[in-house]
C-alpha cells in the first residue's frame, strides 16, 4: 500500500463548480500536509499546507484534514479554467523530504 | 530571482550514453533534491542533499550519481543510460522555515 493516494482522475467540472480533490494516507506520524500545484509542463509549485487538524482557508481554497479516518480534502470554490492542472498531496516525512501522491489532474472547462 | 534552474529542458540519448543534468538555486538554500516523474508514478526520489558536502540516497537511486557541487549546484549523473530512464527530471530545493519546496522547469529525457 502506498504511504499517499490519490485518484488520478481526470476531474471534469464547469467553470463555476465546487471541486473537491482527495488524498489518503496511511502513516499516522504524518503531521501537517502540502498541496502542490502541476500545470501542463511545469514543476509543482505549493499551493497551501495544513497541519493535522480542521481546516484552512486561502482565497478560493479549503484544505481540511480527517486524521482520525486519514484523509485529506482540498476544495476549490468557484473553479476556473485556470484551476486545470494537476493537485499533488505531499507529507513531510521527517526533517528533509515530502512523500508525493501521484495527483489528481483537473480539468475545468469555460 | 530566477529560483531554480534546470539545464538541459529536452534531451534524447542513446542506451549506453551518459550525461549530466545541471541545477542550480539562488535562493540560498542547504537542501536540494533530485526527483523523477513518470505517468501513474508521482514523483519520486532519486537523491537529496541535506548540505554541501552531503548527499544521501532516495527511493530509486540506481542507475544515478549525484554532486553537490557547491551550495548553489547539485548535478545528476545517468553514466550509462537506459531507455528505463526515460522520464522528466526536477530539482528542488527547500526552504527550511516552512519546508516548502521549491521546483525547478524539468528535464524531459528520452533513451532509445
Known amino acids: 500500500q502506498k504511504e499517499v493516494e490519490q485518484d488520478p482522475g481526470p476531474l471534469s467540472v464547469p467553470e463555476g463548480a465546487i471541486v473537491s480533490l482527495n488524498c489518503t494516507y496511511s502513516n499516522s506520524a504524518f503531521q501537517y500536509f502540502m498541496w502542490y500545484r502541476q500545470y501542463s509542463r511545469k514543476g509543482p509549485e505549493l499551493l497551501m499546507y495544513t497541519y493535522s487538524s480542521g481546516n484552512k482557508e486561502d482565497g478560493r481554497f479549503t484544505a481540511q484534514v480527517d486524521k482520525s479516518s486519514k484523509y485529506i480534502s482540498l476544495f476549490i470554490r468557484d473553479s476556473q479554467p485556470s484551476d486545470s492542472a494537476t493537485y499533488l498531496c505531499a507529507p513531510p516525512r521527517g526533517f528533509q523530504k515530502l512523500v508525493f501522491g501521484t495527483g489528481t489532474r483537473l480539468l475545468v472547462s469555460p | 530571482n530566477a529560483g531554480v534552474t534546470q539545464t538541459p529542458k529536452f534531451q534524447v540519448l542513446k542506451t549506453g550514453q551518459s550525461m549530466t543534468l545541471q541545477c542550480a538555486q539562488d535562493m540560498n538554500h542547504n537542501s536540494m533534491y533530485w526527483y523523477r516523474q513518470d505517468p501513474g508514478m508521482g514523483l519520486r526520489l532519486i537523491y537529496y542533499?541535506?548540505?554541501?558536502?552531503?548527499?544521501d540516497k532516495g527511493e530509486v537511486p540506481n542507475g544515478y550519481n549525484v554532486s553537490r557541487l557547491n551550495k548553489r549546484e547539485f548535478s545528476l549523473r545517468l553514466e550509462s543510460a537506459a531507455p528505463s530512464q526515460t522520464s522528466v527530471y526536477f530539482c528542488a530545493s527547500r526552504y527550511a522555515g516552512t519546508g516548502e519546496q521549491y521546483f525547478g522547469p524539468g528535464t524531459r529525457l528520452t533513451v532509445t
Open positions: 542533499s541535506a548540505s554541501e558536502g552531503t548527499t
